[in-house]
């Protein structure tokens, strides 16, 4: 067996994670000649084979799902190192990908992000919002914003925020229908919501609490198409305050009686948790968050 070269692994590990050359390549900043080129040097060097070749993609031996174990701790203690070695400067480089919500990201951290971004020029910072598709246990993402906490697995998780969602209408809408004056009127009026069999994660099923057993007249996956929906004036939608407030052609039906609680979760493991580059974009977000509290918690309507 020959010496292999170390930094094959990351290669290895980013085709274990992923499947496809493809995509860790684009993980990695390359092409996939040159993981497929890296894969099959490591494979040579160890005599054996550490990936089974199908139409599918790349499927580890069992071989190669042991080797995945030391490869991970060599990860960690190259990052642990790097965390050491990169104390008390600003240079980070590397991709950062988070998995977050579409609501979240879209109307929060959206425009917000490229001061993050222009501050740490090295670092990459990919925003996945179809967190439906992601992973965290396959490691499609290194940090995940969400609904829940996780229940299992060697994840570090903190809340990030609480926040709150209200009923809303158009002024136009609400003018051309019958007037709302408790929870029971709501019966009489359209609603737009998410495709309930489309819901992935209990967070979102919005009309349970509100109104069980109303179907939404227009439903969506997307939380844009639903705000747009709303701002035409189709009907009413559930929003978070921090989306609605934005758009005052949006008033809220009942604020101070119904409304929904939920809370926003930051998700990583615990064995990237402390890297430089998972730190500043971790530290950035709860920043971000925190100087926005009152409005996450939707207190200009309840105070």
């Not at 005599?47 to 790349?58: D, I, T, V, W």
């Not at 598709?133 to 969400?146: E, K, P």
């Not at 009923?167 to 495709?195: K, M, T, V, W």
Request: hydrophobic fraction near 40%; glycine fraction near 6%; proline fraction near 5%.
């Amino acid at each position: 067996m020959r010496q292999f070269t170390w930094d094959d692994l990351q290669y290895f590990l980013a085709v274990a994670r992923t499947g496809q050359l493809t995509t860790a390549a684009r993980r990695l900043r390359t092409n996939h000649v040159t993981v497929s080129r890296r894969i099959d040097r490591l494979e040579e060097s160890l005599s054996a084979r550490l990936f089974e070749r199908n139409p599918r993609g790349y499927v580890l031996t069992a071989l190669g799902e042991k080797l995945v174990e030391s490869a991970e701790i060599m990860e960690r203690e190259a990052d642990r190192f790097q965390n050491e070695a990169s104390e008390g400067t600003v240079s980070l480089t590397g991709v950062v990908r988070l998995s977050i919500l579409e609501g979240f990201a879209n109307f929060f951290l959206a425009d917000r992000m490229p001061r993050m971004a222009q501050s740490y020029p090295g670092l990459s910072i990919e925003m996945v919002t179809i967190q439906q598709i992601v992973s965290l246990s396959r490691r499609d993402a290194d940090l995940s914003i969400t609904l829940h906490a996780t229940r299992t697995g060697p994840y570090f998780q903190e809340k990030l925020t609480p926040y709150r969602l209200f009923i809303y209408g158009s002024r136009d809408y609400l003018a051309r229908h019958s007037p709302i004056g408790e929870q029971s009127d709501l019966s009489n009026h359209r609603f737009i919501g998410y495709i309930e069999d489309m819901i992935f994660t209990p967070g979102l099923d919005y009309m349970r609490e509100i109104l069980p057993g109303l179907h939404p007249a227009y439903q969506s996956s997307s939380i844009f198409a639903q705000l747009s929906a709303t701002r035409s004036g189709f009907g009413l939608c559930i929003l978070p305050y921090f989306i609605a407030c934005k758009y005052p052609e949006l008033v809220p039906v009942l604020p101070k009686d119904l409304h929904l609680n939920r809370d926003y979760w930051m998700i990583c493991h615990e064995d990237i948790v402390s890297t430089p580059r998972i730190r500043a974009l971790s530290d950035f977000i709860k920043s971000e968050v925190e100087m926005q509290s009152s409005v996450f918690a939707g207190e200009p309507l309840l105070g």
